[in-house]
Nanobody
C-alpha cells in the first residue's frame, strides 16, 4: 500500500496551499490517513491525521499547525486533503501521507511533495 502526496510548491509567508493524498488500486475509505513532514535537517514529524470513513471521523493536529491546517476526505475522488493556510517559513519541508497516524508505524514512505514557504 503506497500513497502519493501532491500539491506542494513555493508560497509566500501567510499564503495557502492544498495538498492531496491519492492512491491507486485500493480504497482510502478503510484507512486512517496521516500527514507527515520533514523539514531540512530535522526528523520527520506527524502533522495531522483523520480516522477512516467508518469510524467517528476524528481528526488530530500537531500543536504547530492547529488552527491553520485542516484535513478532510473526498471519498468520491478517493483523496485526502490537507488544506494549509497562514503558512510560515517553519512549515517548509517535504510532506508525505500514509495509512497510519504515527511516524514509527510507517513501513515504507511514498513519494512526498515539497512545500517551500519563503518570501
Amino acid at each position: 500500500v503506497q500513497l502519493q502526496a501532491s500539491g506542494g510548491g513555493l508560497v509566500q509567508p501567510g499564503g495557502s496551499l492544498r495538498l492531496s493524498c491519492t492512491a491507486s488500486g485500493f480504497n482510502l475509505d478503510y484507512f486512517a490517513i496521516g500527514w507527515f513532514r520533514q523539514a531540512p535537517g530535522k526528523e520527520r514529524e506527524g502533522v495531522s491525521c483523520i480516522s477512516n470513513s467508518y469510524s467517528d471521523g476524528s481528526t488530530y493536529y500537531s500543536d504547530s499547525v492547529k488552527g491553520r491546517f485542516t484535513i478532510s476526505r473526498d471519498n468520491a475522488k478517493n483523496t485526502v486533503y490537507l488544506q494549509m493556510i497562514s503558512l510560515k517559513p517553519e512549515d517548509t519541508g517535504v510532506y508525505y501521507c500514509s495509512t497510519v497516524c504515527t511516524v514509527d508505524a510507517v513501513l515504507k514512505w511514498g513519494q512526498g511533495t515539497l512545500v517551500t514557504v519563503s518570501s
